[in-house]
C-alpha cells in the first residue's frame, strides 16, 4: 500500500526534485503540496510547486501559506537558488491555479477526511505546520509521523550553528518538535554525505525530459561543487522508501529560538538530558551510493 503523504515545500531547487519522486513514484501517494516562504517567498514557491505539477500534469492540489515566519523576520535563500527559486528549465507557462484554501486550512481538510494516518513531509521552514497545530490542535492524533529536512547535530549551512529551514523560523519549529507526533530529523548530518555526484548530474542530462529538467535546474545550484551537489529534501522521500540505507539514532532535540545560536538544533546526543526521553529520530548516516543509484532509477522510471 503506497505511503500518504502531504509535502509542505519551498521548491527550491531540492525540492523540485523531491516533488518530482512523490509525485511519481508508485508506492509514494501524495495527496496535497502546501508551500511557504523560504528559499524564496511564497508566491514564488507557489508558482513553482505549480511548475512542476504541470511538468507531470498530476492533478494534486497545491494550496499557499505563510508569507513569512511566526516572529522572526524573514530571510530567503535566493543566493543558493536564484531569484525565481528555480532557475535554468523553460517550463510551460499554462499553469493550473493553486486552490482557493489556504495552506493550513487545506493541510486541515486533507488530514481530517483522510481514510488513514498521514506522514507529513516538510522540506522548507516549518510555518504552516506549526500554525496548524496551533489552530487545528485535533489534527495530531491523524498524523503517522512527521518526516523533516532540516536541523543538524553539527555545523549549519545558514550560520555556524543553524541549518536553513530551521534557521528561518525557529519558533515553528519548536512548536513542531513539542507536538509529541513523531518525528524524523532528515538534517545536515546525511545530506551533505548523499551527495548527487557530478556522474549522476552527467546521466540525469541524457535520460529523458524529466532527467534534462532536473539536471537544468540543478546545475543553477549556488552550491554545486566538483564533489557534487547536496539534495537535502529529496533525502526525506529517500527516508520514507529506503529507511534501510539510513542510520538513525533516537534523541530528544531542543531548538534554539534566540541569541547568537538561534535556529540551532541541539540534539542530546548522550543522553543526559529529559530523563532518558527521546521526541525524534535523528538521522545520523547514509549510504551516499545507494542514494545516487536509487536517484537515478527513480527518474529513469519516469514516462515523460
Not at 57 to 76: C, H, S, T
Not at 235 to 250: G, Q, V, W
Not at 259 to 288: L, Q, S
Amino acid at each position: 500500500m503506497a505511503i500518504k503523504i502531504i509535502m509542505d515545500s519551498d521548491p527550491g531547487i531540492d525540492d523540485a526534485a523531491a516533488l518530482t519522486m512523490a509525485l511519481n513514484d508508485p508506492q509514494v501517494d501524495l495527496k496535497l503540496i502546501t508551500t511557504v516562504a523560504g528559499n524564496v517567498t511564497v508566491d514564488k514557491t507557489t508558482k513553482n510547486a505549480l511548475k512542476i505539477v504541470r511538468f507531470f500534469n498530476k492533478d494534486v492540489p497545491v494550496a499557499a501559506g505563510a508569507k513569512q515566519p511566526l516572529i522572526k523576520k524573514f530571510e530567503d535563500a535566493a543566493r543558493i537558488h536564484g531569484e525565481s527559486g528555480m532557475p535554468g528549465y523553460d517550463f510551460p507557462k499554462d499553469l493550473p491555479k493553486p486552490i482557493n484554501e489556504t495552506a493550513v486550512e487545506a493541510l486541515h481538510d486533507v488530514i481530517m477526511n483522510s481514510d488513514g494516518k498521514i506522514t507529513l513531509v516538510p522540506t522548507g521552514t516549518y510555518t504552516n505546520v506549526a500554525l496548524l497545530f496551533s489552530e487545528y490542535p485535533e489534527v495530531k492524533d491523524h498524523i503517522e509521523k512527521i518526516v523533516a529536512m532540516g536541523g543538524s547535530l553539527g555545523m549549519g549551512n545558514m550560520t555556524s550553528a543553524a541549518e536553513f529551514n530551521i534557521f528561518t523560523d525557529p519558533d515553528a519549529a519548536k512548536i513542531v518538535y513539542k507536538s509529541s507526533i513523531p518525528i524524523v530529523m532528515v538534517g545536515l548530518d546525511i545530506t551533505t554525505k548523499a551527495l548527487l555526484t557530478p556522474e549522476s548530474l552527467n546521466k540525469l542530462e541524457y535520460m529523458n525530459k524529466t532527467g534534462k529538467m532536473l539536471h537544468d535546474i540543478i546545475i543553477h545550484d549556488g552550491e554545486n561543487s566538483d564533489f557534487g551537489v547536496a539534495m537535502h529534501d529529496v533525502n526525506t522521500i529517500f527516508y520514507l522508501l529506503h529507511p534501510e540505507a539510513i542510520t538513525t539514532k533516537d534523541m530528544w532535540v531542543d531548538i534554539v529560538t534566540d541569541g547568537p545560536a538561534i535556529g540551532e538544533t541541539v540534539g542530546d546526543i548522550r543522553g543526559a538530558y529529559h530523563d532518558g526521553k527521546t521526541n525524534a529520530k535523528v538521522c545520523v548516516d547514509i549510504d551516499a551510493a545507494a542514494f545516487n543509484s536509487w536517484f537515478i532509477d527513480e527518474v529513469s522510471r519516469i514516462n515523460k
